[in-house]
């Protein structure tokens, strides 16, 4: 059982995980969203041609709206795309909505996946395609945009109005797209006070259910009839989907994995779930990432007092023991506690992940690298493994990483200096 701390002393330096400021102003550059007041960026994906898509939730004077922009590889907006650079709307005429990832498909389109706000309380899974010049593809849902909408209403989510920006909570989305085009999502189902359950869900590539999927469309994810949580979903090599996300209060970090057809893979961890704590701490799993020999990485954070944590797992769903005993490691960065949101897997088995520290002035940018064995890379960020970054006198929260094929590593979020700010970093890799 091991915490990793700021106390650890270089061993090796190289420019790794330093703050490229050949990239926009000096390294990091704001995101613009036509007309907007707010804006806070929770995805960021590239392109074909290397230029960055940012998906985010967009604060306009009657209400938040989805957002999506394009930057150059340099960070300038790409004047192109949308209205100078931008998309903002609505998946539906109503309320608000918000965008929180953003898919790039074989063909140039842009597919984001957000939530639409029904009222000031409940949320629904929403998704819109684009294509590469921002437009909205007509053969997808009802002009390019799809509420996904379940029987019973168990699409119906929860609005997060209590939670810090920034913290994983309520209004948690991913999607991935398979190689057929059909659309992986996940969404949470809120019955009634501390009542949740996941779901899994399958779209067909023109955004209509699959009822071929479960032969319902949809998997109800729930683990011992405890409360489950879903933050985040993986498309494995063979087809077997994994999610992540937590169980019960106080939480338990959570893996399940599920076959191509939607049925349980209960070969998988014990009965097709695998639960566990951070060293006796609360935990919950923000993004799981699978290396090539089939290892499992998952990145999030303890609770109480909130670390980042990384756990590594064997493919079967068991702990790796080679790994700090089969353990959960936390990293301790900063006195108010600190989080792992986002990571992408490297060709070399390597893991880079981003999150921020917590806290009124000392909410920062982090960005790290794990090893292909789960330890921290002792030759990324000065020697120790990873890197804190403060834009400015402003609260920095990232939510989303992406590497570029020369390897430096683009990093998506948002700072609050009066407003919140969609911001967009690069790190050398």
Known sequence: ????????????????????????????????????????????????????????????PDGSRFGLARLLEDGSADLAFGKQGSVVGQFEPGFEAMAGKVR?????????????????????????????????????????????RLPGNLSHGVRDAWLPPGVP??????????????????????????????????????GSLDRTFNGLGFVIVRHLLMNTWLSTLMLQQDGRILVGGSINFPEEGLLARYHADGSLDERFAVDGFMSFKAQGQSAQVSQIVQQDNGDIQCLGSSRDPMRC????????????IHCNGGLSQLLEIGRSGCQWTAAQVQPDGSVVTAGATIGGVEADF???????????????????GWIRTRLGRSLDTATSVAVQPDGNIVVGGYSLDGNYRAVVARYMG
């Open 169 to 206: 909570g309520a209004e948690a989305c991913d999607a991935i797209i398979q190689e057929d085009g059909r659309i992986l999502l996940i969404a949470n189902h809120h019955f009634e006070l501390a009542d949740h359950t996941g779901l899994l869900i399958r779209l067909d590539s023109d």
């Open 1 to 60: 059982m091991s915490t990793q701390s700021v106390l650890a002393f270089p061993t090796t330096f190289s420019n790794a995980g330093i703050l490229d400021t050949t990239f926009a102003n000096g390294g990091n550059t704001q995101v613009y969203f036509a007309g907007s007041v707010s804006s806070m960026a929770n995805g960021v994906a590239i392109d074909s041609q290397g230029r960055l898509l940012v998906a985010a939730k967009v604060g306009m």
């Open 309 to 320: 944590a990384s756990l590594k797992v064997h493919s079967n769903g068991r702990p790796d």
């Open 366 to 384: 982090i960005l790290g690298r794990y090893l292909a064995d789960g330890q921290l890379d002792c030759e990324f960020g000065n020697g120790i």
């Open 104 to 148: 790039v498909l074989p063909d140039g389109h842009i597919l984001i996946v957000g939530l639409h706000y029904e009222n000031a309380h409940r949320t629904l899974p929403a998704l819109a395609l684009f294509d590469p010049q921002g437009c909205p593809v007509q053969g997808f849902g009802d002009n390019g945009r799809c509420v996904v």
